[in-house]
């Protein structure tokens, strides 16, 4: 017997969210149809100019916006932002640091802080 593979797909959110894009600002044709692993493999190697614009230019999901933020996604929700902002809405935030970014920057900056100490402490004890 002989095994055919069958090609992987995957629905369009999962690929947006792979491509780190917000979906509802992609493509029609990319938000209707099903995208299969080569298809996500060529738009990862050679993104078309919508990707590189929304890459670029936004509205950027949560994950995206935090990162830029340099705070988590819970501390996203607590400073009110709900919705996908762009760059530019990023770079205001970023400029006139309200307090709750302030302070979910230096709650950032803890965490990240004990989990290198708990790393740390963890590779002590495997020596």
Same mark, same amino acid.
């Given at each position: 017997?002989?095994?055919? $593979?069958?090609?992987?797909?995957?629905?369009?959110?999962?690929?947006?969210? $792979?491509?780190?894009?917000?979906?509802?600002?992609?493509?029609?044709?990319?938000?209707?149809?099903?995208?299969?692993?080569?298809?996500?493999?060529?738009?990862?190697?050679?993104?078309?100019?919508?990707?590189?614009?929304?890459?670029?230019?936004?509205?950027?999901?949560?994950?995206?916006?935090?990162?830029?933020?340099?705070?988590?996604?819970?501390?996203?929700?607590?400073?009110?932002?709900?919705?996908?902002?762009?760059?530019?809405?990023?770079?205001?935030?970023?400029?006139?640091?309200?307090?709750?970014?302030?302070?979910?920057?230096?709650?950032?900056?803890?965490?990240?802080?004990?989990?290198?100490?708990? $790393?740390?402490?963890?590779?002590?004890?495997?020596?």
């Amino acid at each position: 017997m002989t095994s055919h $593979k069958t090609t992987q797909t995957m629905k369009p959110a999962t690929a947006a969210k $792979k491509l780190g894009v917000y979906l509802p600002a992609t493509p029609t044709e990319f938000q209707e149809g099903v995208v299969s692993r080569n298809e996500l493999n060529a738009l990862q190697a050679d993104p078309p100019e919508w990707l590189q614009e929304l890459r670029r230019n936004g509205p950027h999901p949560r994950p995206v916006v935090a990162a830029k933020l340099g705070v988590s996604i819970a501390g996203l929700a607590r400073g009110g932002v709900t919705e996908a902002l762009t760059t530019e809405q990023i770079d205001a935030l970023k400029n006139d640091m309200p307090e709750w970014l302030r302070k979910e920057r230096a709650t950032q900056a803890e965490v990240r802080k004990e989990a290198a100490r708990i $790393k740390e402490k963890n590779a002590q004890q495997d020596a």
